[in-house]
């Protein structure tokens, strides 16, 4: 088998059939004859997730129910290295994302133009800006369920630029080459990812504090690995409660803290960022992806 995406979903029962149409057969380009499948690992949802709501959508997927589970999702990454039956393996720790249609067609690319590529998809919000500023003015599921409408997703679905933000950091100005520090759809060969000893399951803050940046860093700073970012593709975030996204600014910095020092404790250093330079893969699909044209919302 090609491909296996591992989606971790914690009670999102609303989201997730969203994102596995953003995975599906007939949304993503060139995936119609793709050898792949979709381990969505269920990481003990109180209400266990129903098979039915995704029922319609054309995606191959093998459902994994984790009872008892950690409040952190790494071992529900594990889980999932250990079923997959893909040669590559696309991490997407926060199953509450949606694709654009693009993203496996560049990022299999990757694959066949190096030798172990480690390839990044970069991080947006739906909605006008990041949801921990949104949320405080009356962002929520229901405008987010209008705006998606409005757009007719999934028919076209690089319209997700026209009611996304890109996640930037402490710069107003953002671009496609703004340097990452983590990807919540990040693609590395399955062998090599388990040869790192998969997700370290020290980080067991609820929502995996720094997991997500520690597994980027790791793929992308191994001396075998060629770090690749797409250009034109992005991992949409829905709202959904989450543990650092879908609170204030001021608890999420508080929070980031906490997890800053639990990565120091477990890695010895602070330095979450990577140095390495990418190689940038992809295309602009319409103008709205133009992410330098972006400008934050009037306050």
């Given amino acids: 088998m090609k491909l296996s995406v ?7 029962a609303r989201e997730i059939p969203r994102s596995l149409q953003g995975l599906a057969r007939n949304y993503q380009h060139e995936a119609d004859h793709l050898d792949y499948e979709v381990l969505l690992l269920d990481n003990g949802s109180p209400t266990p997730l129903d098979p039915q709501s995704w029922s319609h959508v054309d995606v191959p997927v093998r459902h994994i129910r ?21 040669e590559i393996i696309c991490l997407m720790i926060d199953g509450a994302h949606l694709l654009t249609p693009g993203v496996f067609r560049l990022a299999l690319a990757a694959f066949r133009m190096f030798d172990n590529p480690v390839v990044a998809t970069r991080y ?5 800006d990041a949801q921990n500023e949104t949320i405080g003015q009356g962002y929520c599921q229901t405008v987010e369920d209008g ?36 990807s919540n759809c990040l693609f590395v060969h399955r062998a090599f990812f388990a040869s790192l000893g998969g997700a370290d399951e020290r980080f067991d803050i609820p929502g995996g504090g720094f997991i997500n940046s520690d597994i980027f860093k790791r793929t992308v700073d191994h001396p075998d690995t060629e770090a690749v970012q797409l250009i034109g593709e992005g991992c949409f975030h829905q709202v959904h409660g989450g543990t650092t996204t879908n609170i204030s600014t001021a608890r999420r910095d508080q929070e980031l803290a906490v997890y800053l020092d ?10 979450i960022i990577t140095e390495k330079a990418f190689f940038y893969l992809g295309h602009v699909p319409n103008d709205a992806a133009k992410i330098h044209r972006w400008k934050p919302p009037a306050r």
């Fill in 6 to 12: 591992l989606l971790v979903g914690y009670d999102m």
């Fill in 66 to 86: 984790i009872d008892n589970a950690p409040p952190s999702p790494a071992r529900a990454i594990n889980t999932g290295i250990a079923a997959a039956q893909g």
């Fill in 124 to 128: 947006f919000w739906l909605g006008p």
């Fill in 147 to 182: 705006l998606l409408e409005k757009i007719a997703w999934p028919d076209d679905g690089y319209r997700l630029f026209e009611i996304g933000a890109p996640l930037k950091t402490h710069h107003e100005n953002i671009h496609w080459m703004n340097r990452m520090f983590e």
């Fill in 262 to 271: 639990q990565y120091e404790q477990i890695r010895g250093h602070r330095d």
